[in-house]
């Protein structure tokens, strides 16, 4: 149940990341130009990356796959980038709770995470969708 509930907290930290993204694009930067490619392109890209580089079986079969320290340093770019960019818009008290529960997602999920920074594809409890067939 808590594997199950950490994977919805995952996906909610997914798009939060997404949104902050967009957020300091249209909240920092100046004039809309700017503003638009900031907004829209910087979360287009962060979510192309997330969706294309994966491990197999975290949540289907992968575009591009990658090792799972690979995985993991975009997991980490990721995240640090959507919790630098709320700073950088001036939401450091939500930047830094994001940051929080970001971590505690993580040590949850520490059988993934350690399997991960080990070079080792997650059990199969801790991957979405029931992990491997």
């Known amino acids: 149940m808590l594997l199950a509930a950490n994977l919805i907290l995952r996906f ?13 694009g249209f909240a920092a930067l100046d004039g809309w130009p700017l503003r638009i490619v900031g907004g829209i392109g910087v979360p287009v890209v962060m979510a192309a990356v997330w969706g294309v580089f994966r491990i197999p079986n975290d949540g289907g079969k992968p575009v591009v796959t990658v090792a799972p320290r690979v995985r993991l340093a975009i997991e980490v770019m990721f995240f640090g980038l959507a919790v630098i960019l709320l700073a950088a818009a001036g939401r450091g008290g939500l930047a830094l709770a994001f940051l929080v529960v970001l971590l505690i997602h993580y040590a949850v999920g520490y059988e993934r995470t350690l399997a991960l920074i080990a070079g080792r594809l997650p059990p199969a409890g801790n991957q979405p969708f029931g992990g491997a067939p």
Do not use: D, F, S, T
């Not at 990341?17 to 957020?23: N, R, S, T, V």
């Open 12 to 24: 909610v930290l997914e798009c939060c990341g997404l949104a902050a993204a967009a957020y300091w």
